[in-house]
Nanobody, 131 residues
C-alpha cells in the first residue's frame, strides 16, 4: 500500500520562504513521479510541480516557475518543495500525489500536473502567506 506523508506547512509573511516535504512508502520500483498540488479556499485544486523519482525530471506550473524548486532524495523516497518569494495568493492546502509512469511498449509517459494521473494522495498541509 502506497502512503504519502507531507510536512512543512505553516504561516509566513509575504516574501518569505517555506519548505515542504513528502515522503513516499510502498512503491515497488523507482519509476514513479511525485507532484505537488494546492487548493485555495473556493478554488479548484491545481498542479504546482512534479519530479520523476528515477531521473529527477522536473516540471512547474507557470504561476510558480522561478520561485519554487522541487527536488528529491531518492534514498529517502522524499521530495521537497522549496517555496521562495511567497505571495498571499500562494495560500492553500498543499497536497503531494504520486503514481507510476505509464508505459506503451518502450515509450514512457511521466505523469504531469493533472489530478486524474495520480491515484495516491497525502493528507495535505496548510500554507498561509500573510500580506
Amino acid at each position: 500500500e502506497v502512503q504519502l506523508v507531507e510536512s512543512g506547512g505553516g504561516l509566513v509573511q509575504a516574501g518569505g520562504s517555506l519548505r515542504l516535504s513528502c515522503t513516499a512508502t510502498g512503491f515497488a520500483r523507482v519509476d514513479y513521479a511525485i507532484a505537488w498540488f494546492r487548493q485555495a479556499p473556493g478554488k479548484e485544486r491545481e498542479g504546482v510541480s512534479r519530479i520523476s523519482m528515477s531521473d529527477g525530471l522536473t516540471y512547474y506550473a507557470t504561476s510558480v516557475k522561478g520561485r519554487f524548486t522541487i527536488s528529491r532524495d531518492s534514498a529517502k523516497n522524499t521530495v521537497y518543495l522549496e517555496m521562495n518569494s511567497l505571495k498571499p495568493e500562494d495560500t492553500a492546502v498543499y497536497y503531494c500525489a504520486a503514481d507510476y509512469y505509464r508505459f506503451m511498449g518502450t515509450q514512457r509517459r511521466i505523469p504531469m500536473l493533472e489530478e486524474y494521473e495520480y491515484n495516491n494522495w497525502g493528507q495535505g498541509t496548510q500554507v498561509t502567506v500573510s500580506s
